[in-house]
């Protein structure tokens, strides 16, 4: 840790309650991760066994669906700038509700990719609307109390994993009372209602004078800033990584034990450790470590569970190294990903806080289709030729994060100056 590194991380403010409004935010994490899970784990099956896809069709409905997510998150950022978060959140559920009925009922390849493409497209409006409003709030919750907003982020971190442990169980509880896919899909729906209904009533107006539409400049802004940049290509290295979990591990599983009937498990078993260690790390690492160390130091944890799945022992079942992976891959997520969502206010404009949310996200995702497919391609490779290319790309990504700034800086909320803290209790 660099000096003003460790003199940031040593002030240590008294900690402070959630604001209701930051409630409302992580409720809303939660919510949408129960709705959307209590649905996805099943469709590829519905897919290809209900409605008789080809497997190529199936991967490619998966697909569209996550590049009409991902792929527009930039679109429902710059959209949440220009017209606050609330009419974006509240519209992204409309669709979502939409989508998840037509879903419900489609019986046709057609059909089927529209619905899908229209869920994909409403998350896309509202995660990015709603994960800027946290950022936004957690910095000023940090200004107003002194507590970290890394750790604000964890507890929306934690919320989002816990609706990710829970949707499926849901999804499960409903096929076992024989209600199938369709009633799957009508209890996310449902959720989404609620949602719909809870933040149409407590979800503040922002003043329209205060939104200027985002414009050339305003994109050239985030695209043309360095460090911003320098952000989504480290946070491309952990999404990277991040993918293994659907690719290289379920790959090593059948290898090691002839199927792939533990990876429901090894992904249980990362769900459950953020929703019980994610709020404490973090409370630990927000006192200890600045944003930078700490993002620096979750990449370097992640690519140590790469690099240790070739030199641990099978143990039982031959599952160990699979199972560190998966350990040392979810504590450097829980490290990482509130201090690089910490991070994005310092680096851009108060005004630009959408766009550049929705930025990092389509940026780091369109990066993941070009890893996901070299990744792809050395599955055949040998053991340590593919863990050891693997560890490096997590690797650059903490390189790459070492060069970002080592102290925090606040916007002033005008172009081209920010405010160095000083006055705050932040090292000048």
């Known amino acids: 840790m660099s000096r003003t590194d460790a003199a940031q991380a040593a002030v240590r403010p008294a900690r402070a309650p959630l604001t209701p409004y930051l409630r409302l935010l992580a409720s809303t994490q939660l919510a949408f991760n129960v709705g959307f899970y209590a649905v996805l784990p099943y469709l590829a099956t519905h897919l290809g066994s209900g409605l008789g896809m080809a497997g190529w069709l199936v991967g490619l409905v998966l697909g569209l669906r996550t590049f009409s997510q991902q792929g527009l998150f930039v679109v429902g950022g710059a959209l949440t700038d220009r017209f606050g978060p609330r009419p974006v959140v509240l519209t992204g559920c409309v669709l979502r509700v939409a989508g ?18 229209l869920i994909g497209f409403a998350a896309a409006l509202f995660s990015p609307a709603v994960e800027s409003e946290a950022a936004r709030e957690a910095v000023r919750h940090e200004r107003d109390t002194g507590a970290p907003r890394a750790g604000v982020l964890a507890v929306f971190s934690a919320a989002g994993q816990a609706g990710a442990f829970t949707g499926p169980l849901l999804g499960s509880l409903l096929l076992l009372l024989d209600g199938g896919f369709l009633a799957a899909c009508l209890a996310g729906a449902a959720v989404f209602v609620a949602v719909f209904a809870g933040h149409a009533r407590l979800m503040p107006h922002r003043p329209r004078a205060a939104r200027p539409a985002p414009d050339a400049r305003a994109w050239r802004e985030v695209f043309g800033n360095g460090p911003f940049l320098v952000l989504c290509l480290a946070y491309a290295g952990y999404l990277v990584a991040y993918n293994q979990l659907y690719l290289s591990l379920p790959a090593e599983v059948e290898r090691v034990t002839g199927s792939q009937a533990a990876i429901g498990w090894l992904f249980a078993l990362s769900s459950l450790l953020v929703v019980l260690v994610q709020v404490p790390l973090t409370r630990w690492s927000a006192y200890r470590l600045a944003p930078r160390t700490a993002l620096v130091t979750g990449l370097t944890v992640v690519a140590t569970g790469f690099a240790a799945v070739p030199v641990t022992p099978g143990g039982p079942g031959g599952l160990l190294p699979a199972a ?25 404009d108060d005004r630009r806080l959408g766009l550049a949310t929705g930025a990092m996200s389509s940026v780091s995702g369109l990066l993941v289709l070009g890893g996901s497919a070299a990744s792809g391609a ?4 040998p053991g340590p030729v593919l863990w050891t290319a693997a560890a490096a790309v997590p690797l650059a990504g903490a390189a790459l994060a070492l060069t970002l700034p080592g102290r925090r800086v606040r916007n002033t909320g005008r172009p081209g100056r920010r405010n160095t803290g000083r006055g705050r209790g932040v090292p000048g």
């Not at 998966?326 to 310092?346: F, K």
């Not at 050395?378 to 490779?381: K, P």
Request: glycine letters at 10%; proline letters at 4%; aromatic letters at 6%.
């Open 100 to 117: 998840f009925g037509w879903l419900a009922f489609a019986g046709s390849t057609v059909t089927v990719v529209a619905a899908v493409l």
């Open 324 to 348: 560190a992976l998966v350990v040392l891959l979810t504590l450097g997520q829980m490290l990482l990903v509130p201090a690089a969502r910490g991070l994005v206010p310092d680096l851009v």
């Open 378 to 381: 050395l599955l055949g490779a």
